[in-house]
């Protein structure tokens, strides 16, 4: 599987809570203790990267094994569809590996079940090596602990149509750079094109509500907030868009293929997107490559969403020092750069994004863009809550929905989201 901006939000949305039989209220399951030798046998288990990476997992493989003789590493590999139910039955039966690929969402609930080990307790050494808003992306809000290494992160810019501004009379070099712009520009769009060009194909997720400044949990972690005043009033504007023929008609129940596609046929002017995307533009729709306009996401913050991937090591395994060595080894700055330069990702490991490779420009703007993604995530947060289930996120964009087509106001469908996803939350 190639590795997008977009397959990595694609992966986020997979994860569920996992219906785990244990209940450990944060416990490691046992000792946190991972000194003593590194030896023994361990299993490793990643996320529908085999197919493409096999050569650079084996040799990962290979020189752990060389630097700790004695220990053997087996390699599994799972699909991505099915994977977050895979986790569950493994962790629920007591046969999850010793060391797993998993996204923040899908480790709180392995978190809450004991069955994560505490890196804060286990391998605090380590903690300097890697970003801190990488690190603290597999905290639990309510729980002490970190439950993974950060691995591979990802961000992208915004892609528009110059050749659609240019028609609606916008300055073509002068895209968006605040909501307040990028509302006026979508509106003045669909006004132009008399209802046919919309700007947006997406209705808001959770990371658009941090984006623009919300604030989606309570401090404590037991409650969601995105009903606040910040909430109400980007939903607002969206239904704005929506009534104006700005916000894509099918939103309601388009997915990231789905916008992408909207965005390569000229209906939709602006679309998030990365590095990997510029060759799809470039082979696909030849015209609008030539039309591209690149610019950075659209944040009140001041701070970029990023995507996050981790590797867990299972509280329960009788290896714990050759586990947590392993998970270490395969995210350790030498390893992460190499696998970023064979994908468009990047390392989450302190100092990485300094590499000339992410520093240096060449002229194209396929460097340009991983050039400005990778000084974005140096400050980048990953807004979507680790608690955050895809019932959740259907709960989200159910309640939206309505908002949009007017069957509730965009206050009742935010206070309504976060009653049903507290409710969720306390189910899990």
């Known amino acids: 599987m190639r590795i997008s901006r977009r397959a990595v939000a694609a992966a986020v949305v997979l994860a569920t809570v996992l219906p785990l039989s244990a ?15 590194v030896e023994g046998e361990i299993t490793f288990q990643t996320w529908n990267l085999q197919a493409n990476f096999k050569d650079y997992f084996n040799g990962v493989i290979a020189g752990f094994e060389k630097k700790y003789p004695g220990t053997d590493v087996k390699w599994v590999d799972r699909p991505g569809e099915g994977y977050a139910d895979k986790i569950s039955a493994d962790a629920a039966g007591g046969t999850l590996p010793d060391v797993v690929n998993v996204s923040p969402d899908l480790v709180a609930p392995l978190a809450k079940a004991g069955i994560a080990l505490d890196l804060d307790k286990a ?7 890697y970003l801190p808003g990488a690190w603290q992306s597999h905290r639990i809000p309510g729980t002490e602990g970190t439950y993974a290494f950060p691995w591979y992160l990802n961000t992208g810019p915004l892609f528009y149509n110059k050749s659609l501004f240019k028609d609606a009379g916008l300055d073509p070099e002068k895209p968006p750079t605040t909501y307040d712009e990028l509302f006026e520009s979508g509106l003045k769009l669909a006004e132009k094109s008399k209802g046919k060009i919309a700007t947006l194909a997406n209705v808001p997720a959770i990371e658009d509500f941090g984006r623009y400044g919300g604030q989606l949990m309570n401090k404590e972690g037991t409650g969601f907030a ?3 005043a910040k909430g109400v009033e980007l939903l607002t504007h969206y239904k704005e868009l929506y009534d104006a023929k ?25 679309n998030p997107g ?10 696909q729709a030849p015209s609008l490559y030539k039309n591209i306009g690149i610019t950075d996401q659209i944040s009140s913050t001041g701070k970029a969403n990023m995507y996050v991937m981790g590797v867990m090591v299972n509280a329960q395994t009788k290896q714990k020092p050759a586990a947590v060595a392993f998970a270490h080894y395969v995210t350790d700055a030498t390893r992460q750069v190499e696998f970023a330069k064979q994908v468009a990702i990047f390392p989450s490991t302190a100092g990485s994004l300094d590499d000339p490779y992410f520093t240096k420009e060449d002229g194209t703007d396929g460097t340009r863009v991983r050039v400005a993604a990778a000084k974005s995530l140096k400050t980048a947060v990953n807004y979507t ?17 309505k908002a949009l087509q007017g069957k509730q106001s965009p206050k009742e469908a935010l206070d309504n989201a976060v009653k049903g996803c507290d409710r969720l939350l306390q189910q899990s």
């Open 23 to 37: 209940c450990g209220g944060g416990s490691d399951g046992g000792s946190s203790d991972a000194s003593g030798k």
């Open 123 to 129: 391998a605090s050494k380590y903690r300097k090596e």
């Open 226 to 228: 995105f009903n606040d």
């Open 246 to 270: 700005a916000l894509d008609p099918q939103a309601l129940t388009a997915t990231p293929e789905s916008s992408g596609h909207k965005f390569l046929t000229g209906s939709v002017a602006m």
């Open 274 to 283: 990365s590095a990997l995307d510029l060759d799809h533009f470039k082979k």
């Open 385 to 401: 809550p680790v608690l955050f289930s895809e019932q959740m996120k259907t709960e989200l964009r159910n309640q939206i929905a």
